[in-house]
């Protein structure tokens, strides 16, 4: 395993200087600094410096690819980065590529105040939607973030606090009519925003899912539907072509709550747990 993952032996790069977390909330990083974060050469395994993100654990990541851009989103304690995605260049006759994949950072934003820990991409809007909570409260919030890359800024559009655990948030731009919205878990309820006008002054819909917490959403990307998971193990299925009011599909299996969901296709559903358990559904089958 070391083996793979061994990087290029090189010198250490120098300590790039602290960087500035500014006096306002979404305080750019200064350019200067930003530039001082030059990552290592790799063999398998590319490696950020840590600097970017304070030396703080990153609690999400998201890949868009809009536009022609291919960026990664990353959010820890203090900062919203956005990562350039660079492919390999191809290898001429005779030559080895002249460069390898890497990412680079293109801007870098101190979210001082807000704590993001989940992030969807409404590409309609060109926006980011981060659900959160603010920090010295701990009241959550949720967040939408301009995504527009002609603008340098990635400071908070408007800022929705709704008085209750919100901790996932899943975009529906996928789903036909609802190109334009997320929907956001609070507490047992899933609550529908349209944001297409950069806030959360226009909620759709909401409804109670679960008797406990959700603790996932996912959208399927060739259905209209909606899944959620919930502290208790629970999977839901939710058609969202009317406002929902009954789960379409329910599945019970896990003993505790559900970590992720991935669908592969129409009748292939993937659920992981925290009770250690990876689960691979057929649909088709009502047994």
């Not at 490696?47 to 990541?61: K, R």
């Not at 820990?117 to 809007?125: I, K, Q, R, Y």
């Amino acid at each position: 395993i070391r083996a793979f993952l061994a990087a290029d032996t090189a010198p250490a790069a120098p300590t790039p200087p602290p960087i500035s977390r500014g006096g306002g909330k979404f305080a750019p990083i200064p350019k200067d600094q930003v530039k001082a974060m030059v990552p290592g050469k790799w063999k398998r395994v590319f490696t950020t410096d840590s600097v970017a993100h304070d030396s703080d654990a990153v609690h999400s990541i998201l890949f868009v690819e809009d536009e022609g851009h291919d960026t990664l989103y990353s959010t820890s304690p203090g900062f919203l980065n956005s990562w350039k995605c660079a492919q390999a260049s191809k290898p001429t006759k005779g030559k080895k590529a002249k460069s390898e994949p890497h990412l680079s950072l293109s801007h870098g934003q101190s979210t001082t105040g807000y704590r993001i820990f989940s992030l969807c991409h409404v590409p309609e809007a060109k926006l980011l939607i981060g659900a959160g909570v603010e920090t010295s409260s701990q009241t959550p919030a949720l967040l939408s973030i301009s995504a527009d890359h002609s603008s340098n800024y990635l400071g908070p559009k408007d800022v929705r606090a709704p008085g209750a655990v919100s901790m996932k948030v899943e975009s529906l731009h996928t789903l036909q009519s609802l190109s334009t919205c997320v929907a956001t878990s609070v507490n047992g309820s899933i609550t529908v925003f349209d944001v297409a006008k950069g806030d959360f002054s226009v909620q759709k819909t909401t409804w109670t899912a679960h008797t406990k917490f959700l603790t996932c959403l996912r959208a399927a990307t060739d259905q209209v539907q909606l899944l959620s998971g919930s502290q208790t193990g629970e999977i839901c299925f939710w058609d969202m072509r009317t406002p929902p009011s009954n789960a379409t599909i329910e599945l019970l299996y896990h003993t505790r709550l559900v970590t992720d969901l991935q669908l592969q296709n129409s009748h292939t559903l993937y659920s992981s747990s925290a009770d250690g358990s990876v689960l691979h559904w057929d649909l088709r089958s009502t047994k």
